[in-house]
């Protein structure tokens, strides 16, 4: 099945600055890619996603690029604020019909 | 509220009783996924149905797991002789079935806690 990486785990960055996280996949079929931000205590909330033709998606100030030949996205967060501050986890799935396997989070930490 | 909503929102049980939790999906969503998820992990997909029809369940955990979604609405999630390390987060998520940009994107409820003593 399906196994999805994470890195890094905690990520601590000084308010305004750039964050990223990466991901890696196992299963090449995989076509749709999500990422959820979990704040403590809430539910997973879809901040945005990527499906396998296309390489890059962009929205306000978070951003995420794929690379189907190495099996690897990223999430890229510009300008961070403190409402930032949350766990993010990847995800992959074949889409259609098909459950998510998540990555194991990164806690993002946003330095004031 | 139009998202997707779990009852109860907390379980406390003791080992060996069975417990049911219930999922209401977003109302024109014809698919339902429950997930588990445990602390400081993402979530596990255990099973999932489009419409009455569940699709996928060799993800169950075990035996004691089961699932229900008899009209294509709302879903229920059974354990049965509950252990202690069925302590988690039960999520539930829906999507629809759509093409293009909306199709699949899965929403998620705000869950149900699992303490089993």
């Known amino acids: 099945g399906e196994n999805v990486e994470q890195h890094p785990s905690t990520l601590s960055v000084q308010e305004g600055d750039s964050a990223v996280i990466k991901c890696t996949y196992s299963d090449s079929a995989s076509n749709y890619f999500p990422w959820y931000k979990q704040e403590l205590g809430k539910r997973p909330q879809l901040i945005i996603d990527i499906r396998s033709n296309v390489g890059e998606k962009k929205d306000q100030r978070i951003a995420v690029t794929l690379n189907k030949t190495a099996k690897h996205f990223s999430l890229h967060i510009t300008e961070t604020q403190p409402e930032d501050s949350a766990v993010y986890f990847c995800a992959a799935s074949l889409g259609g019909a098909d459950g998510l396997t998540f990555g194991k989070g990164t806690h993002l930490i946003i330095q004031p | 509220d139009t998202g997707v909503s779990q009852d109860p929102r907390h379980k406390i049980t003791k080992r060996g009783q069975n417990v049911t939790f219930r999922c209401d999906p977003i109302?024109?969503?014809?698919?339902l996924y429950w997930y588990r998820q445990t602390l400081g992990q993402g979530p596990e997909f255990l099973t999932y149905f489009q419409n009455e029809a569940q699709l996928e369940k060799s993800r169950l955990l075990s035996d004691r797991f089961s699932a229900e979604r008899p009209k294509g609405s709302f879903s229920t999630l059974e354990i049965q002789r509950t252990e202690q390390g069925d302590s988690a987060m039960y999520l539930c998520?829906?999507?629809?079935?759509?093409?293009?940009?909306?199709?699949?994107?899965?929403?998620f409820g705000p869950g149900t806690r699992l303490t089993v003593l």
């Open positions: 998520a829906s999507s629809s079935q759509g093409r293009g940009e909306r199709g699949n994107e899965q929403f």
């Open positions: 109302s024109e969503h014809n698919r």
